[in-house]
């Protein structure tokens, strides 16, 4: 699946599983799993880094919300607070 397919498919995931892609664009390969028991990146995610935690994935989508008076992102809004916060420890701030 790609990373932006990943972010469409959130609510599908366990809060505690990690999203793993090659690179930090939409159109990036990307897997969902759960962390290794020794902190590796799992077999799936074979080639790819560590992206950010679905539960913190889900916190920047909702805070992007709440910042934009609670609109509803479209899946490129989404994709791009994600990015933003696995790249800046940080929500994205609305411009």
Not at 4 to 30: C, G, H, M, N, W
Not at 38 to 60: F, H, K, T
Request: no cysteine; glycine share 4%; charged share 30%.
């Amino acid at each position: 699946m790609t990373l932006a397919e990943a972010i469409e498919r959130l609510e599908e995931f366990d809060a505690d599983q990690i999203i793993y892609a090659v690179k930090t664009t939409p159109v990036s390969e990307a897997v969902v799993d759960y962390e290794t028991d020794d902190g590796d990146v799992p077999a799936s995610a074979n080639g790819m880094r560590y992206l950010l935690e679905i539960s913190l994935a889900r916190d920047a989508i909702r805070v992007w919300s709440e910042w934009r008076e609670g609109r509803q992102p479209t899946l490129d809004e989404k994709v791009q607070a994600v990015i933003y916060y696995a790249e800046n420890d940080a929500f994205m701030p609305v411009s």
